[in-house]
């Protein structure tokens, strides 16, 4: 893994960050120590119940407990699964009632990967380095999976985390539109993406962009992405890349569907219905939505990774890390539930029933054709991978972006405003990490070490 730091800045290499990180945030002020000890594993003795935490969407929830737990449940006869659908930040809340109450009992999460490093941080992850570790982890990762491991192993010393499902963000439109527009395949770049907003809107009086823009987690994971194309730090909101991110937005706004300030990562429907043609970002799992239940076809629904940005094509991975609390109980149940995740059948099952991209190389034998449009996009944005890194700090850092976004684009303010406005942003993010940990980890983070990770 390597890390973009500011621009005209080298890149920070993978040691350099470590030290930064672990020493200096753990140590210096992040409120907890990694425990480096390993769990071991042996055969369940007795019947057991666990818990098991994940942020999923309804139809996905379904999925889970309608047809993988019972499928679970039949083969481990011995144990009992119940299942927590929580936001992201419930589950981090959730696990710290519990570790600081002392009674963690039979729990294991799956955490969204962006979000798993305030556990992480804050010491309430058990190092599952080993047999644990061994026992879960399929033979055969794909390639953006091993890269993230493979980073942690460098970073924290240890496995703390087990990747369980990749996502990527796609971009959807309606065919039909495009094609009165001209078009015989969607824009491959942003000035394209531009000129075709701009086309269809004088020929529809639609506005035809559909962005992830009512703030939370969607709106800052959307804009990641974007500022790392541009060839920006998103963390760090104000260099180069990032103000001229926020400049291309700002023109693009003109063409932004009146629903984006209420849109999320759950925003789909009115691309059926023809209130936007563009949906702009969205995890693969509607692929399935709008060609089911909403009668999309190939005929009218097109799908692929995106357009690319003008300094390089990138895609942030999201998706869930399975992680067992500190101080767990009945650790083998836990990894035998981890284990049947993981497994080629059930990660196959993911993919033809959720579209979700799996983490087992070997889920990927033999797939139906039917599902081949939509993973032709999915692994095409997987070529091109970035990750944001786990600090414990995201939460802030969300909030920051967020108010910055908000006010650019949704206040629109003056164009000449952007880059005033992200270096208030930066210097409140800098003030935070002064205040919260320390100047060291501030000057850290101004001097561009935290940053979007790139498998090297």
């Given at each position: 893994?390597?890390?973009?730091?500011?621009?005209?800045?080298?890149?920070?290499?993978?040691?350099?960050?470590?030290?930064?990180?672990?020493?200096?945030?753990?140590?210096?002020?992040?409120?907890?120590?990694?425990?480096?000890?390993?769990?071991?594993?042996?055969?369940?003795?007795?019947?057991?119940?666990?818990?098991?935490?994940?942020?999923?969407?309804?139809?996905?929830?379904?999925?889970?407990?309608?047809?993988?737990?019972?499928?679970?449940?039949?083969?481990y006869?011995?144990?009992t699964?119940?299942?927590?659908?929580?936001?992201?930040?419930?589950?981090?809340?959730?696990?710290?009632?519990?570790?600081?109450?002392?009674?963690?009992?039979?729990?294991?999460?799956?955490?969204?990967?962006?979000?798993?490093?305030?556990?992480?941080?804050?010491?309430y992850?058990?190092?599952?380095?080993?047999?644990?570790?061994?026992?879960?982890?399929?033979?055969?990762?794909?390639?953006?999976?091993?890269?993230?491991?493979?980073?942690?192993?460098?970073?924290?010393k240890?496995?703390?985390?087990?990747?369980?499902?990749?996502?990527?963000?796609?971009?959807?439109?309606?065919?039909?539109?495009?094609?009165?527009?001209?078009?015989?395949?969607?824009?491959?770049?942003?000035?394209?993406?531009?000129?075709?907003a701009k086309?269809?809107?004088?020929?529809?009086?639609?506005?035809?962009?559909?962005?992830?823009?009512?703030?939370?987690?969607?709106?800052?994971?959307?804009?990641?992405?974007?500022?790392?194309?541009?060839?920006?730090?998103?963390?760090?909101?104000?260099?180069?890349?990032?103000?001229?991110?926020?400049?291309?937005?700002?023109?693009?706004?003109?063409?932004?569907?009146?629903?984006?300030?209420?849109?999320?990562?759950?925003?789909?429907?009115?691309?059926?219905?023809?209130?936007?043609?563009?949906?702009?970002?969205?995890?693969?799992?509607?692929?399935?939505?709008?060609?089911?239940?909403?009668?999309?076809?190939?005929?009218?629904?097109?799908?692929?990774?995106?357009?690319?940005?003008?300094?390089?094509?990138?895609?942030?991975?999201?998706?869930?890390?399975?992680?067992?609390?500190?101080?767990a109980?009945?650790?083998?149940?836990?990894?035998?539930?981890?284990?049947?995740?993981?497994?080629?059948?059930?990660?196959?099952?993911?993919?033809?029933?959720?579209?979700?991209?799996?983490?087992?190389?070997?889920?990927?034998t033999?797939?139906?054709?039917?599902?081949?449009?939509?993973?032709?996009?999915?692994?095409?944005?997987?070529?091109?991978?970035?990750?944001?890194?786990?600090?414990?700090?995201i939460?802030?850092?969300?909030?920051?972006?967020?108010?910055?976004?908000?006010?650019?684009?949704?206040d629109?303010?003056s164009?000449s405003q952007i880059?005033?406005?992200?270096?208030?942003?930066?210097?409140?993010?800098?003030n935070?990490?002064?205040?919260?940990?320390?100047?060291?980890?501030?000057?850290?983070?101004?001097?561009?070490?935290?940053?979007?990770l790139?498998?090297?």
């Amino acid at each position: 893994m390597k890390t973009i730091g500011r621009s005209k800045r080298p890149a920070v290499s993978s040691t350099a960050i470590a030290v930064i990180i672990v020493v200096v945030a753990l140590v210096a002020g992040a409120g907890g120590y990694l425990i480096h000890s390993s769990a071991k594993v042996s055969a369940p003795k007795q019947k057991v119940t666990i818990t098991y935490f994940d942020d999923l969407a309804p139809s996905e929830a379904t999925f889970m407990t309608k047809t993988v737990i019972p499928m679970f449940e039949q083969e481990y006869p011995n144990i009992t699964v119940t299942y927590v659908n929580e936001g992201a930040s419930s589950i981090v809340n959730s696990v710290k009632v519990l570790e600081q109450g002392g009674n963690v009992g039979p729990v294991i999460i799956g955490e969204d990967n962006m979000v798993i490093g305030e556990l992480l941080y804050s010491g309430y992850l058990m190092n599952l380095t080993g047999s644990v570790a061994n026992s879960i982890m399929p033979k055969s990762l794909i390639p953006s999976m091993t890269g993230i491991v493979s980073y942690e192993k460098t970073q924290f010393k240890g496995i703390y985390f087990i990747p369980l499902r990749a996502n990527v963000p796609l971009v959807f439109y309606r065919k039909q539109t495009l094609a009165a527009a001209g078009y015989t395949s969607p824009p491959q770049n942003l000035s394209g993406l531009m000129q075709a907003a701009k086309t269809i809107y004088s020929d529809t009086g639609v506005k035809p962009l559909m962005f992830q823009g009512h703030g939370g987690a969607s709106t800052p994971t959307e804009l990641f992405q974007w500022m790392v194309q541009f060839g920006g730090n998103p963390m760090l909101i104000n260099d180069s890349g990032d103000v001229q991110t926020f400049q291309y937005l700002w023109n693009a706004s003109q063409y932004f569907s009146p629903d984006y300030t209420t849109g999320y990562w759950g925003s789909y429907k009115g691309l059926a219905s023809g209130k936007y043609d563009i949906l702009d970002y969205q995890w693969p799992y509607v692929y399935n939505e709008l060609t089911g239940p909403l009668a999309m076809n190939s005929t009218t629904l097109g799908v692929y990774a995106g357009p690319a940005g003008p300094k390089i094509q990138a895609h942030i991975i999201g998706g869930d890390v399975l992680a067992i609390p500190k101080g767990a109980t009945d650790v083998p149940a836990l990894v035998d539930f981890a284990r049947f995740l993981l497994s080629t059948t059930v990660q196959r099952d993911f993919i033809v029933d959720l579209s979700w991209p799996a983490v087992n190389q070997a889920a990927y034998t033999n797939l139906p054709s039917n599902i081949s449009v939509v993973y032709s996009a999915i692994e095409q944005a997987l070529e091109h991978p970035v990750f944001r890194p786990p600090v414990p700090w995201i939460t802030e850092w969300n909030a920051v972006v967020d108010k910055a976004w908000t006010q650019i684009i949704v206040d629109h303010a003056s164009y000449s405003q952007i880059s005033v406005i992200l270096s208030s942003a930066n210097q409140e993010m800098y003030n935070y990490l002064s205040t919260t940990y320390n100047t060291t980890v501030a000057n850290a983070y101004e001097s561009g070490a935290y940053g979007p990770l790139v498998p090297s």
